[in-house]
């Protein structure tokens, strides 16, 4: 039989465990990136429909101030915003694409194929497989480090606890790169994806 040490045994079990978790939780997480997605892309339709509101509505007063009429009748007052958007051909609130989390993964997978789910998949998978890795092997040192000798030294919850602690501390220097790249790119894509539907 081959013998491992341990700390090769925590590597290897945190790279695995990285991977398989990342290729279950990618979809999920891409889903969200685009719950948010839509809401940033509804902002900006409705700040474009009041631009045009607030044009039109200049555009009218500008008109009736050069006729040098001093008492305006109702007749001559600027529509409402939502009829200059209306007008204009953009929409004051633009409804969202996706009614909820199953619909925006159900109309995804309908419209882009299942594997659209995973565009932008290998940083994040590479990050959470170092994530783990590190985490694993950090953690199983610093475990050592507390005096833990397995079957022998058990550490105490508080002991357990302070390991996970520093192993967490020293894990968030190797993902937060990985974690910034995975963001802009699902944002990229979300966005692409959003604008090639209008």
């Given at each position: 039989p081959i013998v491992m040490a341990d700390g090769y045994k925590?590597?290897?079990?945190g790279t695995v465990g990285g991977f398989s978790g990342k290729l279950l939780d990618y979809p999920l997480d891409t889903v969200k990136v685009l719950l948010q997605t839509q809401n940033s892309l509804a902002t900006s339709s409705a700040t474009a429909a009041e631009s045009a509101s607030n044009h039109a509505t200049r555009r009218t007063v500008q008109e009736t101030a050069s006729k040098n009429v001093r008492n305006i009748p109702k007749s001559l007052h600027p529509p409402p915003p939502s009829q200059?958007?209306?007008?204009?051909?953009?929409?004051?609130?633009?409804p969202p694409v996706y009614r909820g989390a199953i619909h925006c993964l159900t109309h995804t997978i309908q419209t882009r194929g299942f594997l659209s789910l995973y565009n932008g998949l290998p940083s994040p998978l590479l990050g959470s497989m170092a994530e783990n890795a590190v985490l694993f092997l950090s953690y199983g040192h610093v475990k050592k480090a507390l005096g833990e000798i397995p079957g022998e030294n058990e550490l105490t919850l508080l002991q357990l606890s302070c390991a996970g602690g520093v192993a967490g501390g020293i894990v968030s220097f190797v993902l937060n790169p990985f974690e910034v790249i995975k963001v802009q790119m699902q944002v990229v894509n979300a966005t692409r994806n959003n604008n090639n539907r209008a």
């Open positions: 925590d590597f290897i079990a200059i958007a209306a007008a204009t051909g953009a929409s004051a609130t633009s």
